[in-house]
């Protein structure tokens, strides 16, 4: 079965601290990976999309990382701008359509 | 420009009623999903659509639950005879077609959500 786990569920921070949130998936092939960015009361913002193990994307404070089983969302000297959920999701190569989402990391930033 | 608009962003209603939410894509973006994010949890797909294409209805919960899609553009996602664990955000994404070759998924832009409420 396909499927999403993100950890930790919910990661407290200092302003400056750098972190990696993690997540691991389980999928039938894979098209693509994806991260995005929640806040309270709105949509999921678009982040990265990676695609092969062994690519990296940046944006920002944020830089993604992709294996063959997990996917990392690294933040360098984070700001309190940055505290939201974070989402990762895949698409499997069985499916056109269907995006299977994780639960989210809850990220606070404290100045 | 403008992006993905939902309404109503708020809808309480009570048990066994009928909801109708309303999904506004983004101008000349052919696919549409629906999703639900329960309190604390990802979200679930429910529909798709691309295009004049069948939908993939292989999320939808239930038989109460039924979508469709008008000129390709607006959607309306319609609950029946509603029960209190519908209670949910209901989000909405459009994105471009799917592309070929590597770039094959375009990224999504999702609404603010309805909050629906099942007293």
């Known amino acids: 079965e396909d499927q999403v786990t993100q950890s930790p569920e919910a990661l407290r921070l200092q302003e400056g601290e750098s972190s990696s949130l993690n997540c691991s998936y389980t999928?039938?092939?894979?098209?693509?990976l994806f991260w995005y960015r929640q806040d309270p009361g709105k949509g999921p913002e678009f982040l990265f999309t990676?695609?092969?193990a062994g690519e990296e994307k940046e944006k920002e404070r944020l830089k993604a990382t992709l294996t063959k089983k997990e996917s990392f969302l690294h933040i360098t000297a984070p700001k309190p701008e940055d505290s939201a959920t974070y989402l990762c999701?895949?698409?499997?190569?069985?499916?056109?359509?269907?995006?299977?989402f994780g639960s989210g990391t809850r990220l606070s930033i404290r100045p | 420009g403008a992006g993905v608009s939902q309404s109503p962003s708020n809808k309480v209603t009570e048990k066994g009623k009928d909801v109708e939410l309303r999904c506004d894509p983004i101008?000349?973006?052919?696919?549409l999903y629906w999703y639900r994010q329960s309190l604390g949890q990802g979200l679930e797909f429910l529909i798709y659509?691309?295009?004049?294409?069948?939908?993939?209805k292989s999320g939808l919960p239930s038989d109460r639950f039924s979508a469709e899609r008008t000129g390709g553009s607006v959607s309306t996602l319609t609950i029946q005879r509603t029960q209190q664990e519908d209670s949910a955000v209901y989000l909405c994404?459009?994105?471009?077609?799917?592309?070929?070759?590597?770039?094959?998924?375009?990224?999504?832009?999702f609404g603010p959500g309805t909050r629906l409420t099942v007293l």
């Open positions: 994404a459009s994105s471009l077609k799917e592309a070929s070759g590597r770039a094959f998924y375009n990224e999504q832009f």
């Open positions: 999928v039938s092939g894979l098209r693509g």
């Open positions: 990676l695609y092969s």
């Open positions: 999701a895949v698409q499997p190569y069985s499916s056109a359509s269907k995006i299977i």
């Open positions: 101008s000349g973006h052919t696919a």
């Open positions: 659509f691309q295009g004049n294409s069948a939908p993939d």
